[in-house]
T-cell receptor, first 114, second 112 residues
Framework: DVKVTQSSRYLVKRTGEKVFLECVQDMDHENMFWYRQDPGLGLRLIYFSYDVKMKEKGDIPEGYSVSREKKERFSLILESASTNQTSMYLC?????????????FGPGTRLTVL | AQTVTQSQPEMSVQEAETVTLSCTYD???????LFWYKQPPSRQMILVIRQEAYKQQNATENRFSVNFQKAAKSFSLKISDSQLGDAAMYFC?????????FGKGTSLLVTP
């Protein structure tokens, strides 16, 4: 079974702190994604990566950056956390290939910025 | 940009009954994929069913089936013989060529 893990289920940070959210997948998937999920807004894509050291902006990249130094790991970085970044963050992965591929999701990190 | 609309924020169904969740989307593409994902409370999002736009036949996975109407850009999910374990947020999604584009979700409540 594909497993996507995220470093924390719950995280509380203060405004202005630098925050790292880690995601690891164990199925050698090429593509990895970061979404944020907010009530009434669904899931919105922040960044994605289709290979090591490659990244592409999604729909809402402002205030975020990412890092993919190893194939299995995709990190989301909040350079200076703000209260409007309080949200659920979901990581996902999928193998290279066509759009028919299923995305496999992690359990999510619920981030609160005070 | 493609948009995905789920017009029902919440739905309720009794155990063993059938419920249909609605989804419409907007695209100018002719071939694409549509998905329904399920997110149970405090659990990971999982794929329920997928449909390729070129296939006329509606996809089916056990108690889950879709009604895909390409011309109307409609992709509804039917859950038959509903079970308590079906209670979850359901998201409709369109594959835009590089990533999934999700609707806002429908919260399904299943009552005994």
């Amino acid at each position: 079974d594909v497993k996507v893990t995220q470093s924390s289920r719950y995280l509380v940070k203060r405004t202005g702190e630098k925050v790292f959210l880690e995601c690891v997948q164990d199925m050698d998937h090429e593509n990895m994604f970061w979404y944020r999920q907010d009530p009434g807004l669904g899931l919105r894509l922040i960044y994605f990566s289709y290979d090591v050291k490659m990244k592409e902006k999604g729909d809402i990249p402002e205030g975020y950056s990412v890092s993919r130094e190893k194939k299995e790991r995709f990190s989301l970085i909040l350079e200076s956390a703000s209260t409007n970044q309080t949200s659920m963050y979901l990581c996902a992965s999928t193998p290279a290939g066509g759009p028919e591929n299923e995305q496999f999701f992690g359990p999510g990190t619920r981030l609160t910025v005070l | 940009a493609q948009t995905v609309t789920q017009s029902q924020p919440e739905m309720s169904v009794q155990e063993a009954e059938t419920v249909t969740l609605s989804c419409t989307y907007d695209t100018s593409e002719s071939d694409y994929y549509l998905f329904w994902y399920k997110q149970p409370p405090s659990r990971q999002m999982i794929l329920v069913i997928r449909q390729e736009a070129y296939k006329q036949q509606n996809a089916t996975e056990n108690r889950f089936s879709v009604n895909f109407q390409k011309a109307a850009k409609s992709f509804s999910l039917k859950i038959s013989d509903s079970q308590l374990g079906d209670a979850a947020m359901y998201f409709c999604a369109y594959h835009s060529g590089y990533a999934l584009n999700f609707g806002k979700g429908t919260s399904l409540l299943v009552t005994p």
